[in-house]
């Protein structure tokens, strides 16, 4: 592990630094996440609610606003990723 000394750095370079760092890493996320051939994978809700990191009443509540989606199949609801993914991008 390599050691980074930070020597007469003002806290708005500090701020500018992590900033940018954070910005990369998300911007990385986001082409994976474009980039996966399962965008029309079907998930359940706990497989929706693990992939958003939300609980189950928050899913309710989205899908009940019309914010997210369903499919039924059956008597089971189920949620297309690139739905999900189209939600999170507006």
Same mark, same amino acid.
């Given at each position: 592990?390599?050691?980074? !000394?930070?020597?007469?750095?003002?806290?708005?370079?500090?701020?500018?630094?992590?900033?940018?760092?954070?910005?990369?890493?998300?911007?990385?996320?986001?082409? /994976?996440?474009?980039?996966? $051939?399962?965008? $029309?994978?079907?998930?359940?809700?706990?497989?929706?609610? /693990?992939?958003?990191?939300?609980?189950?009443?928050?899913?309710?509540? &989205?899908? !009940? !606003?019309?914010?997210?989606?369903?499919?039924?199949?059956?008597?089971?609801? &189920? &949620?297309?990723?690139?739905?999900?993914?189209?939600?999170?991008?507006?």
């Amino acid at each position: 592990m390599s050691q980074i !000394k930070i020597i007469h750095t003002t806290p708005s370079e500090i701020s500018s630094i992590v900033s940018e760092s954070v910005k990369k890493a998300l911007e990385d996320f986001k082409k /994976e996440l474009d980039n996966t $051939d399962t965008k $029309d994978q079907l998930f359940t809700r706990e497989e929706t609610c /693990e992939f958003l990191s939300i609980n189950t009443s928050t899913l309710w509540n &989205y899908t !009940k !606003k019309g914010k997210l989606p369903s499919k039924k199949i059956g008597n089971r609801v &189920y &949620y297309l990723k690139s739905e999900i993914l189209k939600a999170l991008n507006t």
